[in-house]
């Protein structure tokens, strides 16, 4: 009844009858041995979770039968019963002694099985929640995995490991020895693989005849293989493949698992590109960015390509494209959706990270249309612009940089207005020293406190003493200066001896004292 109840799934039920003494158990159901008894006991006990409970149960079972029938599967499922408990390490030294005696045996589906088994408890990813829970041992699950191709177990086994292999390397990050295996898989599995690009077999058309079985993960397998070309900037040779992948899925020569397709397609966007972010065809990356984003808009990536398309635009010197591909991005927001249209999976916390990296991004992208619109000298935008995002992101990590945008605006629109004055006709420059003079003085009382103001001062000297020194190219200067010059020369002295007056140990005052020297020395003396 005990076994049965263990069938069904009952384990509190079939421990509380195995708990017994195991001769009164015997004597009661004679079929059953003394040995096989405390089996059922420690297997009930593993499966109902009293892993601690279910080891002794083992090592009372080889104590007592040392050369039992059932003293490997004992051995067995107290290593099963220790990896559930986390002690991996103690789990695999078992594993390991039994090893030499299991490959020798006709039981190779379950040999692999077991070692599958065993690496699948290495790779597991712990609950967060879980504290004292150890850390997944990827290169340990890898050589395990590795193992089983050594067992002359069935095709589909091998072909699982093998696959198992790829995705342990991709997680240590060992990109050569994931381009190596994804070779060796799809030579093993995939009777459509035609060798590697630009390779003799593929250039004269070969067939693949080693694969005589379809592996199930083929698709998956070329996707990890760009994936880690692309990891080892080998980026155009990704580009390749993932052309080939996508064209062989779409036309239905190769299986299309849910999420890979959208997971290629982004990960030949991030192939596409150089080292540094750029790209040699920006019109032709934003435009397959914009397919990406039309046809897998749930994508895991989706959200963050779409901050992209305008970023990349930004990089290569596209401002208006940006600012209006920019404005797109705030009123056309990807949704932020948990069923991902991927291969990959996401805890609730990488979800939550997402949402919050998908706001940053949105003030980001208010604060970077000011940006253009400044580098565009469009003043009025860029004010409006950093304007509205302190407004819409008062806590935000770009209010500052907002607040010393619209400084930088009034700045570089007075800095504009003075480079205006040379290239002036003759009769507009006097209106356009004004029109910039008039610009410092409303920077200085907009921001009476910025580190900027010995500068200005400087600067709003410096325009009518030009001023006055320009007229000496109208004609030769007289020995004393015109009434007109010494105007100007006095309001440049005037704004200097502020300058002096307000901030005396600055360099900008250092300048003032050498010009009024020499205005004193020269014109006005």
Not at 36 to 51: N, T
Not at 427 to 445: D, H, I, M, P, Y
């Amino acid at each position: 009844r005990a076994a049965d109840l263990i069938r069904g799934r009952q384990y509190a039920e079939a421990v509380e009858i195995l708990r017994g003494d195991p001769a009164t158990l015997v004597a009661k159901t004679p079929e059953i041995t003394r040995d096989k008894v405390l089996l059922l006991r420690a297997r009930a006990l593993h499966l109902d979770g009293k892993h601690a409970e279910a080891e002794v149960a083992c090592d009372r079972l080889l104590a007592e039968f040392p050369q039992g029938a059932w003293r490997h599967k004992a051995k067995f499922l107290k290593a099963h019963a220790l990896a559930a408990d986390g002690r991996y390490e103690d789990a695999l030294a078992i594993y390991e002694a039994e090893a030499a005696r299991l490959f020798s045996e006709a039981r190779k589906d379950e040999v692999a099985q077991s070692l599958i088994g065993f690496a699948a408890m290495f790779a597991k990813v712990p609950d967060p929640a879980d504290l004292d829970a150890p850390k997944p041992d990827y290169q340990k699950a890898y050589k395990l995995y590795k193992e089983v191709l050594d067992v002359q177990c069935s095709v589909a086994l091998r072909e699982e490991a093998h696959f198992a292999m790829i995705r342990m390397n991709g997680h240590l990050q060992g990109w050569d020895t994931v381009l190596a295996d994804a070779l060796s898989y799809l030579q093993t599995y995939d009777p459509t693989w035609r060798g590697e690009m630009d390779s003799q077999e593929r250039l004269t058309f070969q067939k693949n005849t080693v694969a005589t079985h379809i592996g199930a993960h083929r698709s998956e397998v070329r996707y990890r293989m760009a994936e880690a070309l692309h990891r080892s900037n080998r980026r155009s040779l990704a580009v390749r493949y993932l052309d080939e992948l996508l064209d062989e899925m779409d036309a239905g020569r190769l299986e299309a698992p849910a999420g890979l397709p959208a997971d290629a397609t982004w990960l030949k966007l991030m192939a596409m590109r150089l080292d540094g972010g750029r790209v040699d065809d920006v019109a032709r990356w934003v435009t397959s960015a914009r397919a990406y984003l039309g046809k897998f808009p749930g994508h895991l990536h989706a959200a963050a390509t779409a901050f992209m398309v305008p970023s990349m635009l930004a990089s290569h010197e596209q401002a208006e494209k940006a600012i209006v591909a920019f404005r797109e991005f705030l009123e056309k927001p990807i949704p932020i959706v948990k069923d991902l249209d991927s291969l990959e999976t996401e805890s609730p916390a990488a979800f939550v990270r997402r949402q919050e990296k998908a706001a940053r991004n949105r003030e980001e992208a208010s604060y970077q249309i000011g940006v253009l619109h400044l580098r565009l000298n469009q003043f009025v935008e860029a004010r409006a612009s950093w304007t509205r995002t302190a407004k819409d992101y008062p806590n935000g990590s770009r209010w500052a940089d907002s607040q010393q945008g619209l400084v930088d605006v009034d700045l570089q629109e007075a800095m504009q207005a003075i480079r205006g004055i040379a290239d002036a006709a003759d009769g507009e420059k006097e209106a356009q020293a004004a029109r910039a003079s008039g610009l410092l003085q409303v920077f200085l009382k907009s921001h009476p406190l910025s580190k900027r103001a010995p500068r200005i001062l400087f600067l709003m000297g410096r325009i009518p003493h030009q001023s006055a020194l320009d007229m000496d190219a109208v004609e030769p200067p007289a020995a004393k200066s015109t009434a007109a010059q010494e105007e100007l020369f006095e309001r440049a002295v005037k704004v200097w001896d502020e300058l002096l007056s307000k901030y005396p140990d600055t360099n900008e005052a250092t300048q003032a004292r050498e010009h009024i020297g020499r205005i004193y020395e020269e014109r006005l003396g």
